[in-house]
């Protein structure tokens, strides 16, 4: 009974050692979870994950590719080396060349990678040019590091209006892709968030294996829309209506939610 009080107490304590600079699995100490890779740096990618150090030689590299797509949006590609990710272990100890990556938009996180390829939609994208980066993340959520800066690719963006002209990271210029159509979906699911509260009240929306949910949210504030057991995103840009179309693929009780504001918005039951 006293060492389950001393565990508790230093679990209310941020760790026994100090506040956690990383996310890890539960049950899992800050230590266990960060590993040994590298070196641990008091530096941070400027979100708030530190950066992890290791040598140029062998270190893992990023190159980023962007193409509009014919239907909606852009398609993303990582091209990686000395590198793989491993979504099955997120949230474990960091492993060399392991992980995940991150998509910025202008410095705002728009979505989580598992792998090489990413689908980013028009509505994620306003009007005008911008910068798109993918930085390279460990397993324990460190970013990877060489000479202290972040392992990452970037390449410039332009959104254009309809009937324009839009260019990527290649200098082209083709029709500027459009929004998501609800419309292409079977199923049509409408949030709003308003003063920390979701209408309508958050429920459970039954589909069919197979079926197509567009989820439009409105957002009063930024937020991060995530689908849990999908790991879809979609940034949600405030007063604005933004679209994820998803094709339930996966039987099971999924919650959808927003990252900064941590609101449960519906439950996806596929059956």
């Keep these: ?47 708030g994950h530190r950066l992890r150090e290791v040598p140029a030689q062998g270190a ?31 949230g474990g100890a960091a492993l060399p060349g392991a992980g995940h990556a991150h998509l910025e938009l202008d410095g705002r996180k728009v979505a989580r990678l598992y792998g090489p390829w990413f689908h980013l939609p028009a509505a994620q994208v ?10 390279l993340y460990a397993d324990d959520h460190t970013a990877w590091a060489v000479s202290g800066k972040p392992v990452e690719a970037t390449t410039p963006l332009t959104a254009t209006a309809p009937g324009a002209s839009a260019g990527h990271g ?33 429920a459970r929306t039954e589909l069919r294996r197979g079926e197509r949910v567009a989820l439009s949210v409105t957002s009063d504030r930024a937020d991060t829309l995530h689908v849990h057991g999908y790991d879809k995103e979609l940034a949600l840009p405030a007063g604005q209506e933004a679209t994820l179309i998803l094709t339930a693929d996966r039987t099971g ?13 519906t439950q996806l039951l596929v059956r």
């Design 170 to 202: 290649h200098g082209e210029t083709e029709a500027a892709p459009k929004s998501p159509d609800p419309r292409q979906a079977d199923r049509t699911v409408t949030i709003t968030v308003r003063d920390g509260k979701v209408s309508p009240a958050p």
């Design 1 to 47: 009974m006293f060492a389950l009080a001393l565990l508790l107490a230093c679990g209310a304590a941020t760790g026994c050692g100090g506040r956690a600079t990383t996310h890890h699995k539960p049950g899992t100490t800050h230590e266990q979870a960060s590993g040994s890779v590298g070196t641990l740096l008091t530096a941070d990618d400027g979100a």
């Design 126 to 135: 306003p009007e005008g040019a911008h910068t798109l980066t993918a930085r």
């Design 60 to 90: 893992p590299e990023v190159q980023l590719t962007v193409r509009p797509d014919s239907e909606d949006g852009w398609n993303v590609q990582l091209a990686v080396k000395n590198y793989r990710f491993t979504p099955d272990s997120t």
């Design 253 to 265: 009780l999924f919650e959808v939610e927003t990252h900064e504001s941590r609101l449960v918005l």
